[in-house]
Structures are given as structure tokens and as C-alpha cells.
Nanobody, 119 residues
């Protein structure tokens, strides 16, 4: 089992920045990738970004490319999502997820952290 705990959400004005953190604990050895997803009210959950645990390869949704950066600290088993130039449409609950094999999807999810961007 892998436990994930997100932090760093909050209220920010449009154009501002926030950094989300996701600390992984438990059986983390062998995790292939960790990702961030988000779900806005009345919408489906959508992919934001992921990072491969070994090698650090990253991938982003088109809607956040150039504004968000995903990174990891292997020693701390923590993944970060640096969000800049935030827009009201970025408002959502952001979830961290861990995958044993990125081709098979995600196996563990955090509880989520609210990000609200005011205009």
C-alpha cells in the first residue's frame, strides 16, 4: 500500500502562484510514476502532469504547459507541482496519484487539496 498526502492548496488571485506537495509513504519502492490530476465542480477529473520516478521524464496537459512544473525529491518521496500564472479556470481539487506501471493507470490516490483562483 502507498499512502499519499497532498498539501499546499489555497486561495490565490489570478496571475499568482502556488506550490502543491505530495508526500508518499508506505510501500513506495518500485513506484513507476506519480501524477497530478484535478477535478473542477461539475466536471470530470482530468490529467494535469506526471513524472517518472526513475529518470524524471515529465508529461503535461496542454492546458498547463509552460505554466506548471512537476518535480520530485526522491530522498523525501515527495512530488511537487509548481503552478504559476494561475487562471480562474485552474480552480479545482487537485489530487496526487501513484502508479506501479504508468501504462496501466494509477493505483493510489490522495485525498485532494483545494485550489481556488479568484479573478
Amino acid at each position: 500500500q502507498v499512502q499519499l498526502a497532498e498539501s499546499g492548496g489555497g486561495l490565490v488571485q489570478a496571475g499568482g502562484s502556488l506550490r502543491l506537495s505530495c508526500a508518499a509513504s508506505g510501500r513506495t519502492f518500485g513506484v513507476d510514476a506519480m501524477g497530478w490530476f484535478r477535478q473542477a465542480p461539475g466536471k470530470e477529473r482530468e490529467f494535469v502532469a506526471h513524472i517518472r520516478w526513475n529518470g524524471g521524464t515529465t508529461s503535461y496537459a496542454d492546458s498547463v504547459k509552460g505554466r506548471f512544473t512537476i518535480s520530485r525529491d526522491n530522498a523525501k518521496n515527495t512530488v511537487y507541482l509548481q503552478m504559476t500564472s494561475l487562471k480562474p479556470e485552474d480552480t479545482a481539487v487537485y489530487y496526487c496519484a501513484a502508479s506501479w506501471n504508468i501504462r496501466s493507470g494509477y493505483d493510489y490516490w490522495g485525498q485532494g487539496t483545494q485550489v481556488t483562483v479568484s479573478s
